[in-house]
């Protein structure tokens, strides 16, 4: 039975919003990423390689812990980014555009390594695919202060690290989703025809 879901996706690829209507649609319960207590973020994002180590450091582990969360539920749930993409994404992308020095990255994923031993994939990790500028448009809309100084090509360095991760994706059941054409949030019948893919891997003979 697919118990743990997981919405993976680029920075404004609206998986909070989704995770939160899939969530009340199936009755599901939800892990959301906690933005407002982070106290690096805003940090984070004035000065990228004075605190992206921290920043990792607390992701992995608030991650970690949302993971022990998940596994103890009998109940179906939703979780609102994985701890792949802390790590796979997020890191290796800080890391490759010299953000992270290379002994702080080494320790990183030294300890990466250590806590991926206790992790259990999702049952079914959904991707939503979305172009850069389309989440330029979410990100602006949303219009958080600390997004402000988000550059394009940091946008772009993502979503390559995000394409080539979902390629190689072998840890679960896989659903990917291309959100640039749906407005999921507006229009019923956007909603409705995920929702119809997501019941074929929930539901389906197969499945
Ligand atoms: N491991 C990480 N390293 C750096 N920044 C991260 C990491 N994980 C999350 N973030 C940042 O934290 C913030 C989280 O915001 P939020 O939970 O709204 O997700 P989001 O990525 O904006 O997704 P969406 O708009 O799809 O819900 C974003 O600015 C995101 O880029």
Redesign the pocket.
């Known amino acids: 039975m697919i118990k743990h879901i997981a919405i993976a996706?680029?920075?404004?690829?609206?998986?909070?919003?989704l995770t939160k209507m899939l969530a009340k649609h199936y009755g599901w319960e939800v892990e959301?990423?906690e933005?407002d207590n982070?106290p690096y973020?805003e940090d984070?994002y004035k000065d990228m390689a004075r605190w992206s180590f921290h920043?990792?450091i607390y992701?992995l582990n608030s991650r970690f812990g949302q993971v022990h969360q998940i596994a103890k539920k009998d109940r179906p749930v939703i979780q609102?980014?994985t701890i792949y993409?802390?790590a796979y994404i997020?890191?290796k992308s800080?890391y490759d555009q010299g953000y992270f020095s290379p002994r702080d990255y080494e320790n990183y994923l030294a300890l990466f390594k250590s806590m991926i031993k206790y992790v259990k994939p999702p049952d079914l990790l959904i991707y939503?695919r979305c172009d850069i500028d389309h989440l330029v448009r979410?990100?602006e809309k949303?219009g958080?202060e600390y997004?402000k100084t988000?550059r394009i090509d940091y946008l772009r360095e993502l979503k390559e690290h995000y394409e080539t991760w979902i390629q190689n994706y072998d840890e679960g059941k896989l659903l990917i989703i291309d959100v640039n054409k749906l407005n999921f949030v507006d229009k019923q019948e956007d909603f409705a025809q995920i929702v119809s893919n997501l019941d074929r891997e929930l539901f389906g003979l197969f499945s």
């Open positions: 996706g680029n920075i404004g690829a609206g998986k909070t919003t959301l990423e933005v982070n973020l984070f920043l990792q992701f609102d980014r993409e802390d997020f890191a800080l939503l979410n990100i949303r958080r997004e988000i």
